[in-house]
């Protein structure tokens, strides 16, 4: 099949390696870099025009490799962030897809901004935080986002979604609902010089020094904290690949949640909208595979919540000892477990 000669022109049989923070090995049938709207279209145009599977990839944090891509990856590089005063107190910060997400956080912390600072250190490019609802220490993307400009596939058109359209939830959004159908270029989000701060997880309070009263902090001084707290807990990526949290801290109905107690007297838990969620990381600890390790992926030492690759595992290694913490989980506390990355091609 022959390419087209344009500054996007894909790739055959790309290495995928590099482009996930699991590091498992995977190659794309083809592979293209698209850094404007025009050159997503023109490869939009092609893949359809050749029927190719289309997968998009930004920092590829959040998801899994199950096996080689037979169709168009393609990797989200739009580039730009701004940042637009509404006031003297209030700005909206405008970043486009393929700007990585902790750097913008610091670009708005580094200018008196708040709102942001507790999700520094969360892999990731911008046009995938909303996919996700990204959330750390209290602090969740639907608090600030404004709008997301996005290409609606299905109307051939480049739309606006404000917080409302997006249908956010825990870990949740309108994109996963109807995958494939957005694809996003740019977010809006609010942002204030004078917001309190959300300080409300020991962790942060002791790092900082601190109680109820913020202390004169400054949002940057926020973020240096949470980006402190979660080097203590969670591997960096680059040093030990990983795709953060693997699993989502699943809400049970009350009485499910008053029969655990029950049997369970230190289970970890918070009150939310419709029941109570359980502290998956705990459960998984609990079922005894914190620190687990198999001669190729693992379960990290200092948090269950993250599964590691020493450095030969297969993305379906990497599936296979998710099943097997599932399994004991469900066995053990009779709560099923949600892996949080999405999966991506097939096993071998």
């Not at 990585?100 to 008196?112: S, T």
């Not at 996919?131 to 993307?141: C, F, K, P, R, W």
């Not at 998984?284 to 030969?312: P, Y």
């Amino acid at each position: 099949m022959t390419a087209p000669a344009t500054q996007w022109a894909p790739r055959e049989q790309a290495d995928l390696t590099a482009l996930n923070t699991l590091a498992v090995p995977a190659r794309a049938r083809y592979l293209a870099d698209v850094r404007s709207v025009d050159e997503l279209q023109q490869a939009l145009d092609w893949a359809a025009e050749h029927q190719l599977p289309l997968q998009l990839l930004g920092g590829g944090s959040n998801l899994v490799f199950a096996g080689d891509f037979p169709g168009l990856v393609i990797h989200i590089a739009l580039r730009g962030r701004r940042l637009e005063p509404l006031d003297d107190n209030s700005a909206e910060l405008v970043l486009q897809a393929g700007e990585n997400w902790h750097e913008a956080v610091l670009f708005a912390a580094r200018a008196g901004y708040r709102g942001i600072e507790n999700l520094a250190l969360i892999p990731g490019t911008a046009g995938a935080a909303p996919v996700q609802n990204i959330g750390a220490y209290g602090v969740e993307l639907c608090d600030t986002l404004v709008s997301v400009t996005a290409l609606d596939r299905r109307q051939g058109r480049v739309v606006v979604l404000d917080a409302d359209d997006c249908c956010f939830g825990y870990r949740d959004s309108l994109f996963k609902h109807q995958p494939g159908r957005y694809i996003i270029l740019e977010i809006r989000l609010r942002l204030s010089r004078c917001a309190p701060f959300k300080l409300g997880y020991g962790d942060l309070q002791q790092t900082l020094g601190v109680t109820g009263d913020d202390g004169g902090l400054t949002p940057l001084q926020v973020a240096q904290a949470v980006m402190s707290v979660r080097q203590q807990k969670l591997p960096d990526p680059s040093n030990l690949p990983n795709a953060g949290s693997f699993f989502k801290n699943p809400v049970v109905p009350l009485e499910q949640y008053r029969q655990l107690r029950e049997r369970f007297s230190e289970l970890v838990s918070y009150p939310v909208e419709g029941g109570v969620k359980l502290a998956a990381g705990w459960l998984i600890d609990q079922a005894g595979w914190k620190g687990f390790r198999n001669e190729k992926v693992g379960v990290h030492d200092r948090q269950a919540l993250v599964l590691v690759n020493h450095g030969s595992g297969s993305g379906a290694d990497i599936l296979a000892l998710a099943e097997q913490v599932q399994a004991s989980v469900l066995e053990k506390f009779g709560v099923a477990l949600e892996m949080e990355p999405g999966i991506v091609g097939a096993r071998a």
